[in-house]
């Protein structure tokens, strides 16, 4: 009976474990230069998701909770601002023509945890700011993909984080035809789908595979979108401002 009991509280302690590791993420920001520092989602009363020691060794933890503080704070904008902010569903968040895509569950409201895909990084206390905190393959990446087309793409990807109340997913291959920037040929844009949302936190992948020269500047031409179960081992954790 002992044994038993010594069992259960074994499986306890390791379902326990395994349930708070689960949406718990850690990094390092190489070029970490203050003390501790908070990782927050920007709002008038910052939502504290993580963290970063003077090591700049990085923790961020998605609770359940959070996602219903994420609705509570678009609906309280909605009512009082001038900028209305619309949820999307999985078919809005993962767009692509319905007869090229098969989508489970596509009206699904669906939660992303970062504007931009970045988090603020401060002192809340002191409301000192240090930057912002992205998700990403590497530094130039960075820097040329979210430079909104001022820049040359590069190969490379950025993660972003989910939640849905239910199962959902959106798999498949969309293609696009569009015209160059000379506007004498066109080119044929590919955004290939594997998205699987468990119900709670999801991990998506968003990657750029393909480029492609259009008049003077490199462009994305396949764009992968994949759900993950971990983060890449490559992912960096960048700190910018």
Known sequence: MEMRNHIIVLLTLV????????????????????????????????????????????????????????KSIRLESNKSGNIKMKNKTVREAFYCKPETV???NGDENIEKVAFGSRFVVANINKEKLYGYLRLVSSK???????????????????IDFFYVEKD???????????????????????HEYDINLKK????VKIEIVETYVD???????????????????????????
């Open 102 to 104: 098969i989508v489970n």
């Open 215 to 241: 008049g003077e500047k490199r462009t994305p031409l396949k764009t992968v979108m994949t759900t993950v179960k971990e983060l890449p081992e490559n992912t960096q954790f960048i700190l910018f401002n």
């Open 168 to 190: 959902a997913s959106v798999n498949g291959i969309c293609k696009t035809k569009t015209y160059t920037m000379d506007m004498k040929s066109t080119v044929e844009l590919i």
């Open 140 to 158: 130039t990446f960075n820097e040329s993909y979210f430079a909104l087309g001022k820049k040359d793409f590069v190969k490379g990807f950025y």
């Open 15 to 70: 379902f326990f474990i395994t349930s708070c590791a689960k949406n718990t993420y850690t990094g390092t920001v190489k070029t970490w230069s203050h003390n501790k520092a908070e990782i927050a989602i920007p709002a008038d009363k910052p939502i504290i998701i993580g963290e970063i020691d003077k090591k700049g060794n990085v923790v961020i933890k998605l609770e359940e909770e959070l996602a219903e503080n994420l």
């Open 200 to 203: 709670g936190w999801n991990i």
